[in-house]
């Protein structure tokens, strides 16, 4: 945004109509306003605020306090600013509420406060939130944006030649509008410390698991199992140590696996061989009884084959005898 004139009427010292000239500087971007003080050049920067945005461009100034004291009833307190952006040429008007002359009678009235905004393709824009919006959207910054960026009033680049380092910096934090990144900085500091909170938990947390990191003397890690145990080791180091240990014990499973199966087959063998043997010794016992029942039975029955015989003997005889009885 570049001014190109300004004309303000009853504003601040400026008693009567003041018409500026800006586009007699040259278009170098940079100007330098300079007089007595008192002599209203932090008018100017107020007058190219107000007529933007609705406010003056220093915080101590109030809108109500731009009306000039030394101004006649008869005259309009009122500002008109006529701007480039990208080539394109713009004119607002705005006024404040002050008391001004009845044109009706005797006395005073309120005049309310308006703006209007002309645009380059002679569109008139009137409503003092409008026209805020607008010139927003045109220039693409808010106030305090623009009085950061495109002027230094009077007021606070002479507090800031005089004042200590630590006042300084709270004068730059005010001129420039950094209170937003002074909060920011903080926040981060908080959250900094917070982070800071959680990353030496989450050490302590690793801590304890690496406490619990165990493998035999025989292991070939065991040496750098050690080192990690005692804290000399960083988190990316311990991660490959893991790593290798699972790797290891994925292949120790593996085998440990296949000797289990093999294991198994020959267990599967022996329980056969032990049934087998089981029926083996269960037949054998059936046999031997089946022996010894076959034993007991032939003496039982020579016994009874003898006793027959004795019996035969005993028949005879009784025969013998039956037949030397007298008849």
Do not use: W
Request: net charge negative; with cysteine; hydrophobic share 35%.
């Amino acid at each position: 945004m570049r001014p190109l004139k300004l004309k303000i009427s009853a504003f601040g010292p400026y008693a009567k109509v003041t018409e500026f000239d800006f586009e007699k500087l040259g278009t170098g971007g940079l100007y330098l306003i300079t007089g007595d003080t008192g002599a209203g050049k932090t008018t100017i920067f107020d007058a190219i605020t107000y007529a933007l945005y609705g406010n003056p461009s220093g915080n101590n100034r109030e809108v109500s306090m731009l009306r000039s004291k030394y101004a006649d009833d008869s005259t309009p307190t009122e500002v008109e600013l006529v701007f480039s952006y990208r080539d394109k040429v713009y004119t607002v008007k705005r006024n404040p509420e002050y008391e001004r002359e009845s044109k009706r009678g005797h006395g005073t009235t309120k005049q309310i406060a308006d703006a209007e905004l002309i645009c380059p393709d002679g569109k008139r824009i009137t409503k003092i939130k409008d026209v805020d919006n607008a010139v927003k959207d045109i220039i693409g910054i808010d106030r305090d944006q623009f009085c950061q960026i495109a002027m230094i009033a009077q007021g606070d680049f002479l507090k800031l030649l005089l004042a200590p380092t630590k006042d300084r910096m709270e004068i730059f934090r005010h001129i420039f509008k950094t209170e937003r990144y002074q909060a920011l900085q903080e926040r981060l500091k908080k959250e900094l410390g917070a982070l800071a909170d959680e990353c030496d938990g989450l050490r302590k947390s690793i801590a304890q698991y690496v406490s619990g990191i165990a493998c035999s003397e025989e292991n070939a890690e065991h040496v750098e199992v050690e080192r990690a145990r005692r804290g000399d080791m960083d988190c990316e180091g311990i991660l490959r140590l893991l790593e290798r240990l699972i790797e290891g014990d994925t292949n120790t499973e593996k085998q440990v696996s296949v000797q289990k199966n093999s294991l198994q087959i020959e267990l599967d063998s022996v329980k056969m061989k032990i049934a087998k043997a089981r029926d083996v010794i269960s037949a054998k016992q059936d046999l031997d009884k089946n022996e010894a029942d076959t034993s007991a039975e032939t003496e039982n029955q020579e016994m009874l084959a003898e006793r027959l015989e004795a019996d035969k003997t005993k028949q005879s005889d009784i025969k013998s005898l039956r037949e030397k009885l007298p008849k």
